[in-house]
């Protein structure tokens, strides 16, 4: 594979293709390692964050996307992503592609889920044409607004989850000294040069932590995890249960005409 300055990229055995160039890295592995994808999948697969992956098929399915080419940014490992495919007619023949900074998280998808294209690649530089995709999921992912309306059709949809005003309180209870609310408007603030937003749905669901295990797999996927000190993580760690406040944003945005 090819790209228009002749730079060389090969597929994987295991089916991906890493379009990051050493000189687009920012560290010798950037994104998620291999222990954090590990503790995402193990999660995500406990049903915890459902109702998220629920509500973003619902409105594609209520959008009725003429979808032919779908891209996940920052996919991580995958999961929402598949979710949204196996949910699609197969009569729509559609082109799923997976992108994410991770080469761990990439790999992990890749192994997982054979019938998506993925990407190592950043989301600021996205490998697709103008005006060729149908949709974009960023789900708990940076946004970059501009290549993001670039890459979408007039027709198309970007579809963005971010966390709402009480989104895992009580988990950052145990980090921080004092807990600021998220703030739910700077997103929309942000898209506004490049995005009309046409639906918002807030999710919110109670979810109750059974063990150590499972509280430390949801530490070491959300922002968090590189900010707590030593003592406070021992304290979690030593977390029998624990109940959180699932409250996020699932928002559908255009491009601005």
């Known amino acids: 594979m090819r790209c228009e300055n002749n730079h060389s990229f090969d597929v994987a055995r295991s089916g ?54 779908i891209m996940d940014a920052g996919c991580g490992e995958g999961y929402y ?38 990407l190592v690649g950043s989301c600021a530089r996205p490998p697709f044409l103008n005006d060729s995709l149908d949709a974009i999921l960023c789900i708990f992912s940076r946004a970059c607004f501009e290549p993001f309306a670039q890459a979408l059709k007039p027709s198309g949809r970007l579809i963005m989850v971010t966390p709402a005003s009480s989104h895992l309180k009580e988990l950052r209870g145990l980090i921080y000294e004092n807990v600021i609310d998220h703030r739910r408007d700077k997103f929309i603030d942000a898209a506004a040069e490049y995005f009309d937003l046409i639906e918002e749905k807030r999710v919110t669901h109670t979810i109750t932590l059974p063990d150590s295990r499972a509280i430390l797999d949801l530490l070491a996927m959300t922002p968090f995890f590189w900010r707590i000190t030593l003592e406070r993580k021992s304290h979690v760690a030593s977390l029998d249960a624990l109940t959180v406040q699932l409250d996020v944003d699932v928002r559908a945005f255009v491009p601005c005409n």
């Open 81 to 118: 992503l598949a979710r949204l495919s196996d949910q699609l007619p197969v009569s729509q023949n559609t082109r799923c592609y997976g992108m994410d900074i991770s080469k761990p998280a990439v790999v992990a998808a890749a192994r997982r889920y054979r019938q998506i294209n993925w």
């Open 16 to 69: 991906y293709v890493n379009l990051l160039l050493s000189s687009a890295r920012r560290s010798k592995q950037p994104g998620d390692n291999s222990a954090m994808i590990t503790s995402r999948r193990r999660f995500l697969e406990g049903g915890y964050y459902q109702p998220i992956s629920d509500e973003i098929n619902r409105q594609f399915s209520a959008a009725a996307i003429e979808s032919s080419c």
